[in-house]
């Protein structure tokens, strides 16, 4: 396609994610939404009628309508791997969330046909594009702290999601860790071990689906280098974000995003109300944008740093090694 010509994009699902994605997509210079669909079809209107697009309950439909140049995937994790399959199979390239799925057999059923296509599959890693911690990721690259020796990531949710979420959600290292796993592969590369412990301390459905809700794991690369993972499903301080990466020539630090920057500064002292943002979407609001911008040079097949399908998958592999980690109590060596 004319790289000055406006990607069409169709948007697959209009939930939490897919609303951010649609505002997104119309903002981004190098995008229109041409489609949205959702079996919740009125759901799919109403975003289709803010953005000027069409609407349709089908999926299949916009897939095949060959009115899109891209996909964005923001259906629930079961319908991913069906949905980037047939955009393979229409040759359409696709940004799909993660996780790709919550079993590896399935996703690994459809690794050899997404390699041997050559249609552009990339994955909702939208983490890499927050920037903040890229811009750590570059200085890393460049060199600034030399050969990274640990890394540490704190990520914590305002409070965990409803009983039913969790029962459906393959366990908090498939669903919230996935994130942080990418975050580690993206720093780390390889990763050779993985150990784990996790708790369910104060959440109900964890407890009843016997998932967690409080989790540590410690990550070694390849290369020797050491990562921990701290998560939590719920935080007092709000949605807490935090990473570091340290080495022989210094430490790069991301703390907390603060929501407004108002102190009060009295006799008593300095006080901070409200310091943290509440939620992912207010956090990783810049990152979702940059990571259209970076799937925009892969649909025009330009050089593009879009994590792939590949990604989507090791980072699944980490996920359930974390997870029979913590069943067994035993180092899972990959
Ligand atoms: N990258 C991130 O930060 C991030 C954040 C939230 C969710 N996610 C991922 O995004 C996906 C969606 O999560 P959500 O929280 O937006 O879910 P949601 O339940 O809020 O929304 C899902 C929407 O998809 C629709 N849907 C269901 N089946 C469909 C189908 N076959 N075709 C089209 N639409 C369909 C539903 O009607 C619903 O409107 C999940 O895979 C989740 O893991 C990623």
Known sequence: MLASAKIRVGLIGTGRIGRVHAANIAGNASMSLAWVADPFVDGA????????????????????SGEVDAIVVASPTPTHVTLIEACVDAGVPALCEKPIDLDIERVDAL???????????ALGFNQRFDPSFAEVHRRVREGHIGAVEQMSIVSRD??????????VSGGIFRDMTIHDLDMVRFFLGDIAEVSATGSAL????????GDFDTVAL?????????ATILNSRHSAIGYDQRLEV????????????????????????????RPYVENFIDRYSAAYARELDEFVKLVRGQDSTSPTFEDGRAALVLADAAQRATETGATVRL
């Open 45 to 64: 209107r109403e975003v289709a009628a803010t953005y000027d697009a069409s609407a349709t309950e089908s999926a299949t439909e916009v897939i095949t």
């Open 246 to 273: 340290f080495g022989p020539g210094g430490l790069l630090q991301v703390s907390n995003s603060p929501s407004n920057l108002v102190s009060a500064s009295t006799p008593l002292g300095v006080e901070i109300r």
């Open 111 to 121: 690794r050899a046909k997404v390699a041997a296509s050559g249609v552009a599959v």
């Open 158 to 167: 305002p409070s965990p999601p409803p009983a039913d979420y969790i029962a």
């Open 202 to 209: 104060f959440d109900e459905g964890a407890r009843k689906h």
């Open 218 to 226: 410690t990550l070694k690369s390849a290369h020797g280098s050491i």
